[in-house]
């Protein structure tokens, strides 16, 4: 199930994200082999190993989701992080979850605390995360607008990035500012319909 999940994961990141120049920076990482793609599995409570609790999870007030799947999420991002620090040879990792974040306002609950860890922690600087998500919505713009296609993935994923590797490619981009309205722009011209249907092709 995990090779599945990766397969379709950077199917999607090679006929999406770099088919459509969605990031103009993925495709050289990926041709490197520089991505990492890390898949959570969930572990039941007589089954998970005694590791490091973030306080940080009983902060932020949680929706729906259950603090025992928020913060064995929030372990196991800062587990990547903790991989990232050791490693520089990898340049960024995908963190994909398959259970337990369908719903957009749950996943929205792991972002917020996770975030929150890295605003107060030594990470602040250093990592930032961006967010995907198969139900992906853009506050204020109609929910069958394609744009929101701009973030939607086929599983719920939280992507770390490296602040200072981000800033060096930026700085040698023209005109940064607006990668997100010519992102948008591309999603509107190819439809919705379009995005719908690569998407579920990628999960089947």
């Given amino acids: 199930m995990t090779d599945a999940i990766v397969s379709s994961t950077k199917q999607w990141l090679e006929e999406v994200v770099i088919g459509h120049n969605f990031c103009p920076f993925a495709k050289k990482e990926l041709i490197q082999d520089r991505i990492r793609f890390s ?18 999870v009983r902060k932020v007030r949680l929706k729906s989701k259950s603090e025992e799947f928020i913060e064995q999420a929030l372990t196991f991002l800062m587990r990547e992080v903790a991989l990232l620090d050791e490693h520089e040879g990898i340049e960024t990792t995908l963190v994909i979850f398959n259970q337990y974040f369908d719903q ?4 929205l609950d792991l972002v917020d605390v996770a975030n929150h860890f890295i605003e107060q922690s030594e990470y602040l600087g250093v990592y930032q ?4 998500h198969p139900n992906y919505l853009f506050e204020g713009e109609p929910l069958n607008d394609a744009s929101h296609y701009t973030n939607r993935s086929p599983y719920p994923m939280l992507h770390l990035l490296r602040e200072a ?17 010519e992102n948008i722009e ?18 089947t």
């Avoid at 969930?42 to 609790?53: A, F, L, R, T, V």
């Avoid at 995360?129 to 995907?132: C, G, S, V, W």
Wanted: glycine letters at 4%; a negative charge.
């Fill in 186 to 203: 591309k999603a509107r011209s190819l439809g919705s319909a379009y995005f719908k249907q690569k998407l579920t092709s990628l999960k």
């Fill in 165 to 181: 590797s981000l800033e060096r490619v930026l700085e040698q981009y023209p005109s940064p500012e607006d990668i997100p309205m």
């Fill in 129 to 132: 995360l961006a967010t995907f």
């Fill in 39 to 56: 898949v959570f599995e969930y572990q039941s409570s007589e089954d998970e190993s005694k590791g490091q609790k973030f306080p940080s």
């Fill in 104 to 107: 957009f306002d749950e996943f």
